[in-house]
Every structure is written in structure tokens, then in C-alpha cells.
């Protein structure tokens, strides 16, 4: 990442920091932590798909299997929603174990068939499992957080605005570190030339299931948190509107950029939520979304970040 879009992304994080000072209507700020979420799960995508060049699209199961930890765990075992979250990265994480297994050899459309065989074979489990998951009417009056005598559901969603946006902040800068590791040189290397990378002696299984698993814990803790904070988990989760939203977020920002699907899910967010309220828009704002991401792949196959990144880039002088 250069120097300017790192002084961007913390300029961002600072405007970002400050908007509970300016807006105070709850709904405003429930669109922005819903886009804080959508965006930790889009940037997670970003590290299988845009970093490593991996066909994934099992990854909003992550997602859901977060969701329905969390769930779970609040209501049949009465656990604390400040342990159930993040318990929801660490199911994600296994299974996305399971599933990198038998894809770590696979190539082309097989990966993308197995992958989304997945996703629909963990929806069918929570529908067919109604005595724990609620089957098709899902889980509802989940707890919600605590702190001492703080109730996280007052003051206008503020406490959840920070901790979404905290999230955000901390998997991002995590995928930023991993990014500039060797472990993430090598996966851009498999991705732009495998055999080339095979041949220097990285493993393709391993590196597979290392990414998989690491794309899927902050994930999967977003779903946690998405249900605590929603107090609902639904197989809604699972559906395809949902995948194709946050897809759209990662190619329509730039897929391998990180910061690109962050400002996507933003700006999609916010974009969708409008349409919602335009008749005639309400079911036809998704093929909208996919109007929008061909004719920016179209314009900049990089993304909308690397429009801009031409727009404010530095003119050579004459």
C-alpha cells in the first residue's frame, strides 16, 4: 500500500471516528454500523478472492455459521454475548478447515462449485435443525451487550457504532500487516503465477487452507456480532441477495486493494438502503448494484479505488 492511501485510510478512520458527534438519529447510525460489518466481511472476502486469487463462494457461510454460534450459544447455553462473538471466529475458522481440505487441489470451476455447495449445505442444516436453529423463522430476542450497568441498546446505538467500527479497523489493519508479510507475497505469487510459485517451493494446499481459515475468523466474529447486535439470526444470512451485495462491494472497489471493498460497503450501504425507499426500486436495487459493478469493472477493472487513486494522483511537472 502506498503512503498516500495509507494517509487516506487514516484520515477516513478519523472522519469515521467522529460521526457520532455529528449525527445523533439512531437510524443514520445503524446504516453505518450495518456498512462497518458488511465491510469486515467484504475486506475478509478481498484476502481469498482479490489477495490470493481463490474462487471462494462459500465465504458468506462464515458468515452465517458466526451468526448462528452466536445465537446458540446466547440462548440454549445461556453464554455471555462478550464470549459468544468471538467464539463465532473460531467455528468459522474450522470450518473453513473443512471445506479448504477438499478444495486445496481443486482448480477452476470446481473450487467455485464446491465452495457454494457448502453455503447451501450449511443453510439446509440450519432449516432442517429447527429445534436449535428456529429452522425458517431463525432465532429472535437474542441478549443484548452489557458493560457494568451500561446497556449497549441506549444512547442511540452510539456504544455499538464504536464497536463495529472497531472491528472494522482492527481487520483491516490486520489484513494490511499480512499483506506486506511473506506469507501474503507468496499468495499474490500463486495468484499471478503459480507454477512459477510452485516452483520456488511454495505449497498451493497449504497456502489454500491458510487463507481460507485466515479469511474466515474476523468473518465469522462479524456474524457474532451482527446477531447480538440485530438480536436475530435468520437464514437470510445465506441467501444470495446478501453474497451478491457484498461481492459486488469487493469487485466494484477493487479486488487485492483491501481498502477498496471497506469504502464499497460504505457507499453500497448507504446506496442500497436509499433505493429501498424509492417505489419500484425495492426488489430492482440489487440488479442496479450489478449495473453498476460491469460498468466499473468495464471503466477500471482495479475498481473504483483505482479511479481515484488516478483522479488525486500526483501530475508529473513539465
Same mark, same amino acid.
Given at each position: 500500500?502506498? &503512503?498516500?492511501?495509507?494517509?487516506?485510510?487514516?484520515?477516513?478512520?478519523?472522519?469515521?471516528?467522529?460521526?457520532?458527534?455529528?449525527?445523533? #438519529? @439512531?437510524?443514520?447510525?445503524?446504516?453505518?454500523? /450495518?456498512?462497518?460489518?458488511?465491510?469486515?466481511?467484504?475486506?475478509?472476502?478481498?484476502?481469498?478472492?482479490?489477495?490470493?486469487?481463490?474462487?471462494?463462494?462459500?465465504?458468506?457461510?462464515?458468515?452465517?455459521?458466526?451468526?448462528?454460534?452466536?445465537? /446458540?450459544?446466547?440462548?440454549?447455553? #445461556?453464554?455471555?454475548?462478550?464470549?459468544?462473538?468471538?467464539?463465532?471466529?473460531?467455528?468459522?475458522?474450522?470450518?473453513?478447515?473443512?471445506?479448504?481440505? !477438499?478444495?486445496?487441489?481443486?482448480?477452476?470451476?470446481?473450487?467455485?462449485?464446491?465452495?457454494?455447495?457448502?453455503?447451501?449445505?450449511?443453510?439446509?442444516?440450519?432449516?432442517?435443525?429447527?429445534? %436449535?436453529?428456529?429452522?425458517?423463522?431463525?432465532?429472535?430476542?437474542?441478549?443484548?451487550? &452489557?458493560?457494568?450497568?451500561?446497556?449497549?441498546?441506549?444512547?442511540?446505538?452510539?456504544?455499538?457504532?464504536?464497536?463495529?467500527?472497531?472491528? %472494522?479497523?482492527? @481487520?483491516?489493519?490486520?489484513?494490511?500487516?499480512?499483506?506486506?508479510? !511473506?506469507?501474503?507475497?507468496?499468495?499474490?505469487?500463486?495468484? #499471478?503465477? !503459480?507454477?512459477?510459485?510452485?516452483?520456488?517451493? /511454495?505449497?498451493?494446499?497449504?497456502?489454500?487452507?491458510?487463507?481460507?481459515?485466515?479469511?474466515?475468523?474476523?468473518?465469522?466474529?462479524?456474524?457474532?456480532?451482527?446477531?447480538?447486535?440485530?438480536?436475530?439470526?435468520? !437464514?437470510?444470512?445465506?441467501?444470495? @441477495?446478501?453474497?451478491?451485495?457484498?461481492?459486488?462491494?469487493?469487485?466494484?472497489?477493487?479486488?487485492? @486493494?483491501? %481498502?477498496?471493498?471497506?469504502?464499497?460497503?460504505?457507499?453500497?450501504?448507504?446506496?442500497?438502503?436509499?433505493?429501498?425507499?424509492?417505489?419500484?426500486?425495492?426488489?430492482?436495487?440489487?440488479?442496479?448494484?450489478?449495473?453498476?459493478?460491469?460498468?466499473?469493472?468495464? /471503466?477500471?477493472?482495479?475498481?473504483?479505488?483505482?479511479?481515484?487513486?488516478? %483522479?488525486?494522483?500526483? &501530475?508529473?511537472?513539465?
Amino acid at each position: 500500500m502506498t &503512503r498516500n492511501r495509507s494517509l487516506f485510510a487514516l484520515a477516513a478512520l478519523f472522519i469515521l471516528a467522529l460521526v457520532p458527534a455529528i449525527v445523533t #438519529d @439512531s437510524y443514520t447510525r445503524h446504516i453505518f454500523i /450495518i456498512a462497518f460489518i458488511y465491510g469486515t466481511v467484504a475486506v475478509n472476502w478481498d484476502l481469498s478472492l482479490g489477495l490470493a486469487g481463490l474462487f471462494n463462494f462459500g465465504h458468506l457461510a462464515f458468515f452465517g455459521i458466526g451468526v448462528y454460534t452466536a445465537a /446458540i450459544l446466547t440462548t440454549s447455553l #445461556d453464554l455471555s454475548p462478550w464470549l459468544a462473538i468471538p467464539l463465532g471466529g473460531i467455528t468459522a475458522a474450522l470450518a473453513a478447515l473443512l471445506i479448504a481440505l !477438499p478444495v486445496a487441489r481443486l482448480q477452476g470451476i470446481y473450487v467455485v462449485l464446491v465452495t457454494f455447495a457448502f453455503g447451501q449445505l450449511c443453510m439446509q442444516v440450519v432449516l432442517s435443525q429447527g429445534d %436449535l436453529t428456529g429452522g425458517a423463522e431463525g432465532l429472535v430476542r437474542l441478549p443484548y451487550l &452489557r458493560l457494568g450497568d451500561y446497556s449497549f441498546i441506549r444512547d442511540f446505538r452510539f456504544g455499538y457504532y464504536y464497536i463495529a467500527l472497531g472491528l %472494522l479497523t482492527v @481487520s483491516v489493519a490486520s489484513l494490511m500487516l499480512l499483506a506486506r508479510s !511473506p506469507f501474503g507475497k507468496s499468495l499474490r505469487a500463486l495468484r #499471478d503465477n !503459480p507454477d512459477y510459485a510452485t516452483a520456488r517451493g /511454495i505449497s498451493v494446499a497449504r497456502q489454500r487452507v491458510l487463507v481460507l481459515c485466515a479469511s474466515a475468523v474476523f468473518t465469522g466474529i462479524a456474524g457474532g456480532f451482527y446477531a447480538i447486535y440485530l438480536r436475530v439470526a435468520s !437464514p437470510e444470512v445465506f441467501g444470495f @441477495s446478501v453474497a451478491t451485495l457484498i461481492l459486488s462491494m469487493v469487485l466494484i472497489g477493487g479486488a487485492g @486493494s483491501i %481498502l477498496g471493498p471497506v469504502f464499497a460497503a460504505l457507499g453500497l450501504t448507504f446506496a442500497t438502503e436509499a433505493m429501498a425507499g424509492i417505489r419500484g426500486l425495492e426488489e430492482a436495487r440489487f440488479l442496479v448494484v450489478a449495473v453498476a459493478m460491469i460498468l466499473v469493472l468495464r /471503466i477500471a477493472p482495479a475498481g473504483a479505488i483505482d479511479i481515484f487513486a488516478r %483522479l488525486f494522483a500526483p &501530475r508529473p511537472k513539465s
